[in-house]
Nanobody, 120 residues
Framework: QVQLVESGGGLVQAGGSLRLSCAAS????????MGWYRQAPGKQRELVAT???????NYADSVKGRFTISRDNAKNAVYLQMNSLKPEDTASYCC??????????????WGQGTQVTVSS
């Protein structure tokens, strides 16, 4: 079973920065897409950013220009650099990884999440 472990969350003032890390228990090069999602209390989980195995990135409109997703295949890790943080960015941030199995079934994995709290 693939394990994804997030770290780097915390409490930060508005305008500040945090860098989240997601460490995978196996080679991330095997995943077609990895990404970050977030869920605030009382709200649905939403996509923050994704990155493909070819390093093509996609961002939610709400974070474009402020957040940057990256991957390091050698370290089996994915990162989310978050700048100019706003109170509305407060949420639990989860790492996600997806790929197709050899018999064409989707395999989706989730981390436990790391809390980000932005104070005004």
């Amino acid at each position: 079973q693939v394990q994804l472990v997030e770290s780097g969350g915390g409490l930060v003032q508005a305008g500040g920065s945090l860098r989240l890390s997601c460490a995978a228990s196996e080679r991330i090069a095997s995943f077609n897409t990895m990404g970050w999602y977030r869920q605030a209390p009382g709200k649905q989980r939403e996509l923050v950013a994704t990155i493909t195995s070819g390093s093509i990135t996609n961002y939610a409109d709400s974070v474009k220009g402020r957040f940057t997703i990256s991957r390091d295949n050698a370290k089996n890790a994915v990162y989310l650099q978050m700048n100019s943080l706003k109170p509305e960015d407060t949420a639990s941030y989860c790492c996600n990884a997806g790929r197709w199995s050899s018999d064409s079934r989707p395999q989706i994995y989730w981390g436990q999440g790391t809390q980000v709290t932005v104070s005004s």
